[in-house]
């Protein structure tokens, strides 16, 4: 059974830059049945999909994002990293790792991300 685990600071400050990780276990991130994103929900917002990693290390991004999105990851420890930079308040939002794939989609608990100075 997959496990996803966010892990990163919970506050960061504007203009700075995000960083979250996803540690994955119980499944390879360089399998090729699955697909890796970051989806975020706002506060009272529904949620907004911000980019995806495939098993090849090809990734795509939300266009409302896409030109402070990153998506990196490390294979020797299993995980993929989110790089969202110049953050700014309207970046504070619960953020979720997800893996997809034909049988639907497995996510991590979240992390909750505040942007403040």
């Known amino acids: 059974q997959v496990q996803l685990q966010e892990s990163g600071p919970g506050l960061v400050k504007p203009s700075q830059t995000l960083s979250l990780t996803c540690t994955v276990s119980g499944g390879s991130i360089t399998s090729t049945s699955y697909f890796w994103m970051w989806i975020r929900q706002p506060p009272g917002k529904g949620l907004e999909w911000i980019g995806v990693?495939?098993?090849?290390?090809?990734?795509s991004y939300s266009p409302s994002l896409k030109s402070r999105t990153a998506i990196s990851r490390d294979t020797s420890k299993n995980q993929f990293t989110l790089h969202l930079s110049a953050v700014s308040p309207e970046d504070t939002a619960e953020y979720y790792c997800?893996?997809?794939?034909?049988?639907?989609?497995?996510w991590g608990q979240g992390t909750q991300v505040t942007v403040s100075s």
């Open positions: 997800v893996r997809g794939g034909e049988e639907g989609h497995d």
């Open positions: 990693m495939y098993y090849s290390g090809s990734t």
